[in-house]
């Protein structure tokens, strides 16, 4: 036999230099961790969480009132797959003990032959961590099963129903991937590239809202980013800047709005703002300013129907 090739019969998962512990330790420990690493951030952590909770009871209310509900084992459930899978990249990371074992399943494995080599682990203040996070440890999902089988690490060991449902959850976060990318780059993004982003991220999740194959626990979710998300658009709708610079981009203009579902009407309406704001910034003769006392009318975006 060559020396160099590992079979999983000579790989030893079940002893380990951590303590036993079970799933709510795990989830308990990875909480704490992640309440450090936000221990300078001046109330953030504690802003984002209060708004997610109400966001979250929002949208759990809304969907029950809709025929779709979740009980409250299938709610621990899914709050326990991302400090799970958290916890173990973190886990395997931190203990040379554990990450020899890993690179030797890794190695073993002949399905694994690409460039993923390690669990990515989840960084709360990095851009798309929670994704990287978790395509990895799907990626690596017979790996990580054997990690965890008959181990200290069993409190890590995600279950049949948290698998199916993280490979869902994997799909609603690639529809975060390019906005998220877009406000990571290191020049500022323009309006006239977040606006249209913004629409495709709200066409996606409304898709996923509407899949009558997605698990109720994915309708709540999409359910409350959507609520998330219509919060942002409130608020820049009445601002017509937004309005004037897509109007004003060379490849946008007025066809923008035509094409993401705006009426005849709306439009006049967009257009009559431009030409409005037009006129009294750029024009200076006072009297033709003066003439134009007419309200300033705000167009809304048509915003779509989920709740």
């Known amino acids: 036999m060559d020396p160099h090739t590992i079979t999983e019969s000579e790989i030893i998962v079940d002893s380990g230099d951590e303590l036993p512990m079970d799933s709510e330790q795990a989830v308990s420990e990875e909480a704490e961790v992640n309440l450090n690493s936000f221990s300078e951030d001046d109330g953030k952590e504690l802003h984002d969480n209060i708004a997610v909770k109400t966001f979250r009871g929002k949208a ?102 948290q698998w199916n449902l993280a490979q869902e959850v994997e799909e609603v976060l690639l529809l975060f991937e390019s906005f998220t990318l877009l406000f990571s780059m290191k020049d500022v993004p323009l309006v006239v590239e977040a606006l249209p982003e913004l629409e495709n991220l709200e066409l996606g999740l409304l898709a996923v809202w509407k899949d009558e194959c997605a698990s109720n626990v994915i309708h709540v979710a999409a359910q409350a980013a959507l609520l998330v998300l219509d919060k942002y658009s409130v608020s820049t709708n009445d601002r017509e800047v937004y309005l004037i610079s897509i109007v004003m981009c060379p490849d946008r203009k007025l066809k923008w709005f035509k094409d993401h579902g705006c009426t005849t009407q709306q439009i006049k309406e967009i257009k009559k703002i431009v030409i409005k704001w037009w006129k009294e910034t750029y024009i200076s003769d006072k009297s033709s300013s003066s003439q134009s006392s007419e309200p300033l009318v705000f167009f809304y975006f048509p915003k779509f129907i989920y709740y």
Not at 71 to 96: C, N, W, Y
Not at 121 to 144: D, M
């Open 60 to 161: 759990i209310q809304l969907m029950k009132d809709d025929g779709i509900s979740i009980d409250a084992s299938e709610h621990r459930m899914a709050m326990q797959i991302f400090p799970q899978v958290a916890g173990l990249a973190r886990k395997v990371h931190d203990s040379t003990t554990l990450k020899e074992k890993f690179d030797a399943l890794v190695l073993a494995d002949p399905e694994l032959k690409g460039t993923p080599k390690v669990l990515e682990r989840r960084v709360p203040t990095r851009w798309n961590s929670n994704l990287n996070c978790l395509q990895s440890h799907i990626y690596f999902q017979e790996v990580v099963k054997q990690l965890t089988v008959g181990s200290d690490l069993k409190g890590f060991r995600l279950s049949e129903e």
